[in-house]
């Protein structure tokens, strides 16, 4: 397995990074996010300040997880919700697919939730034999396409209108148009009566208020609101770290994410809810279940070098400024979470040595940490994963080179035979470049080879100090 | 509680709990410990973070009105609320309205009696087909936010879940003292109002609904209101 992920990634990574169409519409859709996040941050009177202010909330929160959790359960339950909680991804489909089974459901509809892309929800709902639809704009062209998510934030915008048009055209024998607003129109036809036919309707979770058990739902088109509002059950699935204090954080966190995500001062709609319909109310639905997820979270709070990762709020921000992400593109990576945070995430999820490889693709410089409203330090954090990978699992070629390297290193007349060596042999390298016999192949594929020097710097510096001292 | 579910739930309590006996330290404290430092933050910390908010409610009006005019949602100033139900029943003729769906509501009552259109009371239960065939929707609110262009609405006093977000206008009424200037503010009338017994839903709405997922062109209408219309009336 292990070198399934990481040679797929590799190949994909090849063949997009030399996809320039495609390169330059990412990097044109992510120039316009660029230009509209700094305008929203300039609003702020210190963004700063709000980076240091949203690191100390999610850190205060994540520190005391299970207070915060019991007293987030307890005002849950207090006024009728359900809650499950689910140690894995298996779990958590199990109870999912029960409630849909115990209700008699037949018709899902879901709003954008990356924690059921995690658990691979849909593919679960649809063997059980339950039809399911996306309701979200982006993730329901995706789904009509049968793809994953290009991006946690952007689920489609490495498509064009065109591409678009042919789905619709195709699957929903839809007319023939391009334009965007005819496209949401058709879309938002076909998904009103989804809305009104489905009998559950299952939904992420952005934030749980530990102060008064509610749950927060960021989303601009409004699907999410139907989707928790029209159908009889109401399925919220929730990643257990999602936690914050009050409703108070979320006034710095709702514009942060705002911000950060998507270059918005605010999200069209920025909601709480806080159980099944109430007595005296006339709509929303009469069930109302709450999954807690942990699928690898407690082993990643364990972690207390690696915790602060869980403070992470899934704006997408570090995907949009990563110059990977730029050039691979999001299904290279081959994972629910693409960019920085994906690679850091993954191997804790899905385990350190099959998912490694994405802790090497990274330019290091260290964009993602810059830009992280949370100020998740993620360059270092891949770092720290490199570092981890090689302790539980020494590479033996690496072993072996560091162990020569030590040798020679400590010992000079090694050092200038191999010196020597080099420059006397490097012409014979050529003939070699870039095939399958070469030893450096790896680098030399797409580079070229530093040439040695004429002279080393020990000749040159014995030459040049008699030299100064003479003059 | 039964013994099925207890246990999945002590399950993950006593991960978390042998998980955190070590506390990380703060953000931006390398070394340091728990306890030795500031509290965390708190709500009032947030304020001079977040965007300034102007102290009168002159200031307040124009910052909101600022706000929805970026948004796209439509917002009026009216002197009463004979202003407002004029201004609906002008928007009722232009968009030829047959049906709409409101709410009982003291506030609402002299404005929405006897528009024209049929009605569907959203207070009640109601045919979820009936709301969806609605021109547009008249609702009170429970503030509008002036440092975002917010409106709030909660699922116990503006005419249930659904009214907000179904049909494709959605005209708000809102009176003078329900201008607030945060979202702190905000979540304050919350606490006081229903601290004891939150209603199921409170949402905020900042415009009307949006996508920009196909090209990242932006369409209003996604699958919520095309129009929001906001009618802030300064007397009674």
Partial sequence: MSTTAAVQFKSQARRLTADLEHRQ??????????TKRDECKARFQNWEAARQAAAEIKHDTINHLDRYLEQFVHHLESRGAKVHWAADARAAREIILDIARQNQVRFIIKSKSMTSEEIHLNEALEQGGFEVFESDLGEYIVQLRGEPPYHIVFPAMHLKRGQISEVFQKKLQAEPVTDPEALTMIARRVMRQKFCQADMGISGVNFGVAENGMIAITENEGNARLTTNLPRIHVALMGIEKLVRTMDDLALLWPMLATAGAGQWLTGYNTLYGGPRMTGESDGPEQFHVVLLDNGRTRLLADVEQRDVLHCIRCGACLNVCPIFRNVGGHTYGTTYQGPIGSVLTPHLRGLQDWKHLSYASSLCGACSETCPVKIDLAHHLLHNRRNAVKAN?????RLAFAGFKVMMRHPALYQIGMTLGRWLQPLHKLVQGTALDPARAWTRTRQAPRFAGESFHQWWKKNRSNRSES | MSTTNSSPREAMLGRIREALKTIAPRPGHAHATEGTHTPPPRDGDFRPMLPAVGQSWDEQCQQFARNAELLKATFKVLPNPAAAREEIQRIIREENWKRLATHEHPFLQQIVRDLGPAVVWADRPYPKMELESCDGAVTTCEALIAQTGSVLVTSRNCGGRAIS?????????????????????????????????YPSMISFITGPSRTGDIERILVLGAHGPKRLTILLMTGK
């Fill in chain 1, 25 to 34: 519409w990412i990097f044109k859709a992510l120039r316009g996010y660029e």
């Fill in chain 2, 165 to 197: 977000i179904l049909p494709p206008h959605h005209i708000v009424v809102a009176s003078r003292e329900q201008l607030l200037p945060d979202l702190l503010a905000a979540f304050a009338l919350m606490r006081q109002k229903y601290g004891a017994h």
């Fill in chain 1, 394 to 398: 020494p590479p033996l070629m690496e």
